[in-house]
């Protein structure tokens, strides 16, 4: 049984004493793992090497200690994942400043309260989801992409394509649409490609 622990240093800090204080009493640790906040990318989510690496040597019934959950986890969902790949390897997850122990009955309730309050915040907003889109197809308003607009002479072009003159890619290419939405739209129009003349 191997015990690590993890930190997560912010942006720009630099004294890991605040973290290290935390983990200090607890000591014996095989390896010490630090990663350092970067949100650089607004859309994609925090890199966090160490942590993977972490992952990556876990072995059943090794010890993962945290100063507190907001060090380990970006979110509920993140720590969820988390504890899902912990579990899944057969080793537990101890973090201080919330007294939270995968190894104790009472550690595991802990994380079930965590579980069903991410289902019942997953319900909620799906439902909200929902209910905005009933609300907005009763308005009239609608939902998805806007539809692609047409030329003016897209009739005319659609009238060439279904004659058999020019091919549905150049069709396509003459109204600014993909393939998918010249055909869409054409066949909306009442148009469709021309037969293939029967080879003698």
């Known amino acids: 049984m191997a015990r690590y622990a993890y930190m997560l240093l912010d942006e720009h800090e630099t004294d890991v004493s605040r973290q290290a204080l935390q983990l200090d009493h607890i000591g014996g640790f095989e390896r010490i793992f630090i990663d350092r906040l970067n949100r650089g990318a607004v859309n994609n989510p925090p890199s966090r090497p160490q942590r993977e690496r972490l992952l990556s040597i876990l072995r059943p019934d090794d010890l993962i200690f945290a100063g507190a959950a907001d060090r ?75 539809p692609a607009a047409v030329p003016a002479d897209f009739r005319s072009i659609c009238q060439s394509w279904a004659r058999g003159e020019i091919s549905g890619r150049d069709a396509a290419g003459q109204s600014g649409l993909g393939s998918t939405s010249f055909y869409k739209k054409a066949a909306e129009l009442g148009f469709s490609s021309p037969r293939r003349k029967k080879q003698s």
């Open 72 to 146: 380990l986890c970006d979110h509920l969902r993140d720590f969820l994942e988390l504890w899902h790949q912990i579990e899944a390897l057969g080793a537990h997850l101890v973090i201080l400043e919330e007294g939270i122990d995968s190894r104790s009955q009472a550690g595991r309730q802990s994380i079930q309260v965590l579980e069903s309050f991410a289902r019942l915040e997953f319900s909620y907003h799906s439902q909200r989801k929902k209910a905005g889109i009933r609300a907005a197809r009763q308005d009239g308003r609608r939902i998805g992409r806007p």
